[in-house]
């Protein structure tokens, strides 16, 4: 008796784990193909750099808070000062420092 029990544990076992198996490879099959890890940061690093044919973009500091970004974002004055914002614009066309503002 109990050497059938022992027999039925074992096929019981081997069929979850051959269960089991399928439904990961199943899985895998419907996410597509799998990716080495150093293929995944290689492919990460492609999307952040800039094409190469693209010319570099000139960048601009805020006369009020110091902030460089990109010329195309920022915001002039009547005398060709840049910021970043309107709102910064509009501060330090009331104030005649033009140095910027630590902080």
């Known amino acids: 008796m109990m050497g059938k029990l022992t027999v039925w ?14 439904r990961i490879g199943k899985r895998r099959s419907e996410s597509g193909p799998a990716r080495r890890p150093d293929q995944a940061s290689s492919t990460a690093q492609a999307r952040q750099t800039p094409p190469a044919d693209s010319p570099p973009e000139t960048m601009l500091r805020c006369v009020h808070c110091g902030l460089y970004l ?3 974002e920022a915001v002039s004055d009547t005398t060709g000062r840049s910021f970043c914002s309107t709102a910064h614009r509009d501060r330090a066309g009331s104030s ?8």
């Open 9 to 22: 544990l074992v096929v019981a076992g081997l069929a979850w784990l051959g269960w089991t198996l399928w």
């Open 70 to 72: 990109p010329a195309r």
């Open 96 to 103: 005649s420092n033009d140095t910027p503002r630590q902080g």
